[in-house]
């Protein structure tokens, strides 16, 4: 149980296009989902919190124009990366967290299996 | 920033224990410490998490000291397939929110 899946795994494109990336909890539902980014030889930087139904809240730093979240559902989570260029490559990691009660609890997050972004 | 301190990499033999310390001197009452593991293009993967008693799951153990200032994770017998990075964290993650703040973690090799 407590599957994340990301969709898609890679995805190639051009500068100056958009691209959505999916987040989908496959056996619980998740009011809370975060995005993290990854860059080559670093950790994890949590990019955002996405509440069902409400607007996303966006760590400093990080341009919520250029990434849009939508968190339209209980288990489903998507993530724009608007306008992409080429220094938007890097692996984009989604985390789910369980509605109390429902697979494990409130208490742990679990992690998509990431989706490798190139910007050319 | 990170409220971990964990050593940037270790080595085990295959088939050993390997034991995995964190400090976190600043630790907040109701903050729990968790465990991760991300090995090399993968998403993080839960390990344990505890708040100040000891936990045991089929993957590790989790020792947590009685000031709950550093913890110690134990993979009883480690695999060539431990070898990953292996973050320690604290968070709350109260009332449906809270966060996970990854520091840099500790690069385990298990070598045969």
């Known amino acids: 149980g407590a599957v994340v899946s990301q969709h898609p795994s890679w995805v190639i494109c051009k500068s100056g296009t958009s691209v959505k990336i999916e987040c989908r909890s496959l056996?619980?539902?998740?009011?809370?989902m975060f995005w993290y980014r990854q860059f080559p030889k670093q950790s994890l930087m949590l990019m955002a919190t996405?509440?069902?139904?409400?607007?996303?809240?966006?760590e400093q730093g990080v341009e919520k124009d250029k990434f849009l979240i939508n968190h339209a559902s209980l288990t489903l989570s998507t993530l724009t990366v608007t306008s992409a260029h080429p220094e938007d490559s890097s692996f984009y990691i989604c985390?789910?967290?369980?509605?109390?009660?429902?697979?494990?609890?409130?208490?742990?997050?679990?992690f998509g299996p990431g989706t490798r972004l190139l910007v050319l | 920033d990170a409220k971990t301190t964990q050593p940037p990499s270790m080595d085990c033999a295959e088939g050993r224990a390997a034991n995995l310390p964190c400090n976190h001197s600043?630790?907040?009452?109701?903050?729990?410490v968790y465990w991760y593991r991300q090995i090399h293009s993968q998403g993080p993967q839960y390990i344990i998490h505890?708040?100040?008693n000891n936990e045991t799951n089929e993957m590790a153990s989790l020792i947590i000291t009685e000031d709950r200032k550093s913890s110690t994770l134990i993979l009883p017998h480690a695999t060539l397939r431990d070898t990953a990075v292996y973050y320690c964290?604290?968070?709350?993650?109260?009332?449906?929110?809270?966060?996970?703040?990854f520091g840099q973690g500790t690069t385990l090799q298990v070598k045969p």
């Open positions: 964290i604290v968070s709350t993650l109260s009332g449906n929110t809270g966060k996970l703040i």
């Open positions: 600043t630790i907040s009452g109701n903050e729990y």
């Open positions: 985390s789910a967290l369980p509605i109390p009660g429902l697979a494990g609890g409130a208490e742990t997050q679990y």
């Open positions: 505890g708040l100040k």
């Open positions: 996405s509440n069902e139904g409400s607007k996303a809240t966006y």
């Open positions: 056996d619980f539902q998740a009011t809370t």
